[in-house]
């Protein structure tokens, strides 16, 4: 028998509520997959990652806070699903979202992958797509930043990361229901394997001489590194710092750059210490080895 809105929008909120208790930030989202509720801004305002205060700010809104998930659902009503924010603590949620869709075989491509970096996906938690696909949830490190992408990987590996989310389980869209794989519902997602961690972070680009490096550091792009790091405000501090400072190293310009990249950190309320952590997860990452 088929669900009211009502009814969809009420067990909605009882799995947002349940990813909730296991420390998952939700937000509410419309049977298009999309956040249910529209920003309160405008095209020409500044941007805004919900210090105003207002709902409408996309993954910015997700909370694992019962009472303010059930106050982003009051204000959105007509949502049938939730979105499970990747990246934040305690869990810092990668998912790899596998597409089987035109002819795409990504797990197919994925175990290709974990054959020659030597690398395999531990027990982890499922979610089974409407259209057949498969997000495996996995963990990072707290120090690391993974960006979101689409088939860098491979044709039909995405990669959900800081600022990305995953349809949660129960949600239903336009599609069709997604629901956990069986034998995987009761579990935690697995750490991210090391090799496949590596691979998740944009490469590096070698070859640069000291004196080049030196030169573009005071150059316009790594001014331009440093000023992306001052702009940064609460929440996103970072973030912004780790792939600033993963720029840099691909660049050539890492060591040279990094002491002008921590001191513009600690003005934005990092400590010494935080920035330098984060720039050093940023040189490993860069530098993985042999």
Known sequence: MALTDRQAATLALAHALSAAERGLAVLPLSRTKLPALRSPHRPEDPPCHGTCGRFGHGVY??????????????????????????????????????????????????RELGLRHLFTIPPTVVVVTPSGGRHLWLTGPPDVV???????????????????????????????????????????????PRALLRLL??????????????????????????????????????????????????????????????AAAVRTGLTEREARSTVASAARMSHPPA
């Open 146 to 192: 993974i960006p979101n992408s689409a088939g860098r990987l491979a044709p039909g590996i995405d990669i959900r990361g800081a600022g990305g989310y995953l349809v949660g389980p129960g949600s239903r869209t336009a599609h069709g229901v997604y629901g956990t794989a069986r034998g995987t519902g009761h579990l935690f997602p697995a750490p991210c």
């Open 201 to 262: 972070v944009p490469g590096v680009r070698r070859g640069r001489g000291a004196a080049r490096a030196g030169a573009e550091a005071d150059g316009a792009h790594g001014r331009g590194l440093v000023r992306f790091v001052l702009a940064a405000h609460e929440g996103q501090r970072n973030t912004r710092l780790f792939w600033a400072a993963c720029r840099a190293y691909e660049n050539g310009i890492g060591e040279a750059l990094a002491d002008l990249l921590v």
């Open 61 to 110: 809104d997700a909370s694992s806070d019962p009472v303010r998930v059930r106050a982003l659902f009051a204000a959105a009503p007509w949502a049938t699903g939730y979105g499970i924010a990747c990246g934040l603590p305690p869990h810092h949620l990668i998912g790899v979202d596998l597409d089987t869709k035109c002819g795409t075989d990504a797990p197919g491509a994925l």
